[in-house]
C-alpha cells in the first residue's frame, strides 16, 4: 500500500518565489536518492495556508528518505521559509 507524508504550513507571499524553488530543488534531491518519490501536490487553501502532500510507493521508502533527511542540505533552507508547520504520515487506504 502507498504512502503519504502531508505537510501543512504558512509561507509569506515575499517569500513564494524563493520557496517553490528551494522545494522544487529538494524535491529533485530526494528523487536522486529516493526513487520512491511518486508525486508531491502543493496546495494553497483558501485560509492562505498551504498543504503539502507527499506520495510514495510504500511506507518503507518514505521511512527511508525521512531517516535520510538530515543529509539534504536544501531540507532547512525551504523549511526556514515556513511557518506554523505540521506534518502526518499515512497510508493509502482507497484511491479511485
Do not use: C, K
Request: no cysteine; charged share 25%.
Amino acid at each position: 500500500m502507498s504512502a503519504v507524508r502531508s505537510h501543512r504550513y504558512s509561507v509569506a507571499d515575499t517569500d513564494l518565489e524563493e520557496f517553490l524553488a528551494r522545494r522544487n530543488s529538494l524535491i529533485a534531491t530526494i528523487r536522486e536518492g529516493h526513487p520512491g518519490l511518486v508525486r508531491t501536490v502543493l496546495v494553497r487553501l483558501e485560509d492562505g495556508t498551504y498543504t503539502d502532500t507527499w506520495h510514495w510507493e510504500t511506507a518503507e521508502q518514505m521511512g527511508a528518505a525521512l531517516a535520510a533527511l538530515p543529509t539534504f542540505p536544501e531540507a532547512p533552507l525551504t523549511m526556514a521559509l515556513t511557518g506554523d508547520a505540521t506534518a502526518l504520515n499515512g497510508r493509502v487506504v482507497d484511491e479511485r
